[in-house]
Nanobody, 124 residues
Framework: QVQLVESGGGLVQAGGSLRLSCAEASGRTISYLAMGWFRQAPGKVREFVAGISWNGLSTSYADSVKARFTISRDNAQKMVYLQMNSLKPEDTAVYYC????????????????WGQGTQVTVSS
């Protein structure tokens, strides 16, 4: 069973940056899995943020984060990252890392494994 653990969340002022990390904690490889980041703000549905193919050659972003966020991965280290720049208060949410045995997908129903989430709070 793939186990994902997120870290790197916190409180940051608007305009600042954070880098989220997602580690595979059970010793299993994720090199064949597409990976994604989702977020859920209070009272809102979980939404797709960014996705990356198994080999890192393809990425996908929500329109709201394009040009500000960058997803990347290091399969040797079993890590996935989300670099978040120019943060806005509306980016405040719990951010989740997820893994999928399918190509990059924007629907959370296509993802098989999930982390517990990390809180990101952006103050104005």
């Amino acid at each position: 069973q793939v186990q994902l653990v997120e870290s790197g969340g916190g409180l940051v002022q608007a305009g600042g940056s954070l880098r989220l990390s997602c580690a595979e904690a059970s010793g299993r490889t994720i090199s064949y899995l597409a990976m994604g980041w989702f977020r859920q703000a209070p009272g809102k549905v979980r939404e797709f943020v960014a996705g990356i193919s198994w080999n890192g050659l393809s990425t996908s972003y929500a329109d709201s984060v394009k040009a500000r966020f960058t997803i990347s991965r290091d399969n040797a280290q079993k890590m996935v990252y989300l670099q978040m720049n120019s943060l806005k208060p509306e980016d405040t949410a719990v951010y989740y890392c997820a893994a999928s045995g399918r190509p990059i997908a924007t629907s959370d129903r296509m993802y098989d494994y999930w982390g517990q989430g990390t809180q990101v709070t952006v103050s104005s």
